[in-house]
């Protein structure tokens, strides 16, 4: 049996608190830390597999050793709360439930590439969530876990909150900086990467929460107790988002490698009485549908795109025999057009070219050609935007119409949804 260990703290009372946080073992891992080198600290991080859990999966000890080792060059460590991907919460729950949990992966992290100076960026709808980054951060400071001298290790850190405006481009972790730094809030072009010139500058390690949230674990229990959860490729505990057409919606957290059927069918309860799933957004809304035939591929960077879809944010959208997914891929597609920077052509007019086209065949104007249309539109602008947004606005499209294609064509011939 599993037992939770991101999310072991948020059912408990009052535990946003520090003294809730401190009493069930918090900052031990800071402790442990700081008697360590940096290096090993690092090592360690390698060694566990963690990779990040913000969409990317990217080798978070191979980032971490990307950062300059000169300790005479100002390094930065920037958090990215800023979790706009449709279907995605659970970097909400964790700010607003254990953020000392967070605070203390930063401290770890900063420790370990010889950063001084933290900054949070955050959503700016997540008005709990910025109440409670204000708090914790105050405390922590109180208690000696930030500031001069962190328990007379010899260590600086500070650390503070920013805003951001409600923009889902801001995620990328370029737009992050841009925005962090006043600027609106467009992708900058790579190379140079964060850990090179990043915020203002400077060499800059970005992480999502819940990749900062596994670094203390790893501390404390080593990196061959991480490594040992997961699947070869994707190591350690992973929170699911679960929405859509399910009996219990929420998050839950289960060892990476856990199948969609489990998933769906015993942690959520299944699909809502009378109906039959349809389809399952497994990473959030930029990632591609699939179809019951796939239920039992585990959850893992390296699975799922077997079946053509994507890990992502682990964020499952799950669809019943309700939906239409000519409908589904309107919606989303929507979303991705009015949230694009419109920094590139490709994404600024493709994306509401392709809305238009959607649009049409769901209200009974869609032609036959369309089809064909959408093979073109997407292909042309896959792989030819400035930041990976591209990839991520053609999915909805390209995945309904390559499963349910049918379904288009239905549209499109009897002029009304097929359910």
């Not at 290790?153 to 409600?166: E, I, N, Q, T």
């Not at 674990?217 to 990196?223: K, W």
């Not at 409908?327 to 809305?355: D, I, M, N, Q, W």
């Not at 030819?384 to 499109?412: D, Q, W």
Request: proline share 6%.
């Amino acid at each position: 049996m599993f037992e939770p260990v991101l999310t072991r703290n948020i059912h408990r009372p009052d535990s946003e608190k520090i003294i809730t946080y401190l009493a069930n073992g918090g900052y031990e891992a800071v402790r442990l830390a700081l008697t360590k080198s940096p290096q090993e600290i690092i090592d360690m991080v390698k060694r566990s597999g963690l990779r990040g859990r913000g969409g990317a999966g990217f080798p978070a000890g191979v980032k971490w050793s990307f950062m300059p080792k000169d300790p005479n060059v100002p390094k930065i460590v920037a958090v990215n709360t800023d979790e706009g991907e449709p279907g995605t919460f659970k970097d909400r729950e964790l700010v607003e439930r254990d953020p000392h949990q967070i605070i203390e992966g930063v401290i770890i992290a900063s420790y370990a590439v010889g950063a001084n100076r933290a900054y949070v960026y955050i959503r700016g709808e997540f008005f709990l969530g910025v109440k409670r980054w204000i708090k914790a951060i105050a405390d922590a400071y109180e208690h000696g876990f930030l500031g001069k001298n962190i328990l007379n290790s010899g260590f600086d850190l500070d650390m503070s909150v920013h805003r951001g405006a409600g923009a889902y481009i801001c995620g990328e972790e370029t737009a992050m900086l841009e925005s962090l730094e006043g600027k609106p809030g467009n992708p900058r072009l790579k190379p140079p990467y964060p850990a090179q010139k990043g915020l203002f500058g400077l060499p800059t390690l970005v992480h999502n929460i819940e990749t900062l949230a596994c670094i203390p674990h790893i501390v404390l229990r080593g990196a061959e107790w991480f490594a040992g959860i997961g699947t070869e490729e994707s190591k350690g505990p992973k929170i699911y988002s679960v929405s859509g057409h399910v009996k219990k919606p929420g998050n839950y957290e289960l060892p990476l490698g856990t199948t969609i059927r489990e998933i769906i069918y015993e942690h959520a309860g299944g699909v809502r009485d009378g109906h039959q799933l349809k389809a399952v957004i497994p990473g959030g809304a930029s990632t591609p549908v699939i179809t019951p035939e796939y239920l039992d591929t585990p959850m893992g960077f390296e699975t799922l795109p077997r079946v053509g879809s994507q890990l992502g944010t682990g964020a499952m959208i799950v669809m019943d025999d309700t939906t239409c997914m000519v409908e589904v891929a309107r919606r989303l597609t929507k979303f991705f057009a009015h949230e694009s920077c419109g920094r590139c052509v490709p994404c600024r007019l493709g994306s509401h070219r392709l809305y238009e086209i959607l649009d049409r065949i769901e209200h009974g104007k869609g032609r036959v050609q369309d089809l064909q249309l959408i093979d073109e539109l997407t292909d042309g602008i896959d792989g030819k935007t400035f930041c990976p947004m591209g990839g991520a606005l053609v999915n909805p499209a390209r995945s309904t119409l390559f499963h349910f294609r049918e379904e288009y064509e239905f549209h499109i011939k009897n002029k009304r949804c097929m359910v």
